[in-house]
T-cell receptor, first 114, second 115 residues
């Protein structure tokens, strides 16, 4: 079945530390992959996306993600976290078809310690 | 580009009442999606419109749910005879029709609480 998994429900990092959020997609046809961020009371904002080509993708707010086909992963990274990065992060896949609906992971809630 | 808007932002209702939500997509986007997000979960697909045609409905969308997109512009999602299990955030998203470049832009959502 088409699915996206985020193994970490909650992560806490110190401000200035590096960050890696994990995302795995179900094996089979590679979906188009996305990372979204959701702050309290806000909608989902797209951080970055991967369709094909270069496996290291740069996004907004200093985020990047690396697509690894061998591991069915699309992990999100940031070298130095800011307090304003505290939010919930969702990985999503689009497996194509006529609808192009997104299949989301369950999200990772990021807390940033001063 | 004014973004996707949703109204209301919050709705509290009693069980058994009907509620209706509205979504205004980005003006040039002909694809419109509804998702539902419950606490601790990621958004789940409910239904999809291309222009005014509703082309797919999830099994999550029971008979009490109906969605419309008259004239292919704004969309409404109605829930009849609400139940406590309907309490969730209802998200609307829109996109252009571009195969493989289907970036969806999300609205702020409508948070529904059923008492």
């Amino acid at each position: 079945a088409q699915s996206v998994t985020q193994p970490d429900i909650h992560i806490t990092v110190s401000e200035g530390a590096s960050l890696e959020l994990r995302c795995n997609y179900s094996y089979g046809a590679t979906p188009y992959l996305f990372w979204y961020v959701q702050s309290p009371g806000q909608g989902l904002q797209l951080l970055l996306k991967y369709f094909s080509g270069d496996t290291l993708v740069q996004g907004i707010k200093g985020f990047e993600a690396e697509f690894k086909r061998s591991q069915s992963s699309f992990n999100l990274r940031k070298p130095s976290v800011h307090w304003s990065d505290a939010a919930e992060y969702f990985c999503a896949g689009n497996y194509g078809g006529a609808t192009n609906k997104l299949i989301f992971g369950t999200g990772t809630l990021l807390a940033v310690q001063p | 580009d004014t973004g996707v808007s949703q109204d209301p932002r919050h709705k509290i209702t009693k069980r058994g009442q009907n509620v209706t939500f509205r979504c205004d997509p980005i003006s040039e986007h002909n694809r419109l999606y509804w998702y539902r997000q419950t606490l601790g979960q990621g958004p789940e697909f409910l239904t999809y419109f291309q222009n005014e045609a509703q082309l797919e409905k999830s099994r999550l969308l029971s008979d009490r749910f109906s969605a419309e997109r008259p004239k292919g512009s704004f969309s409404t999602l109605e829930i009849q005879r609400t139940e406590q299990g309907d309490s969730a955030m209802y998200l609307c998203a829109s996109s252009r029709t571009q195969t493989g470049l289907n970036e969806q832009f999300f609205g702020p959502g409508t948070r529904l609480t059923v008492l």
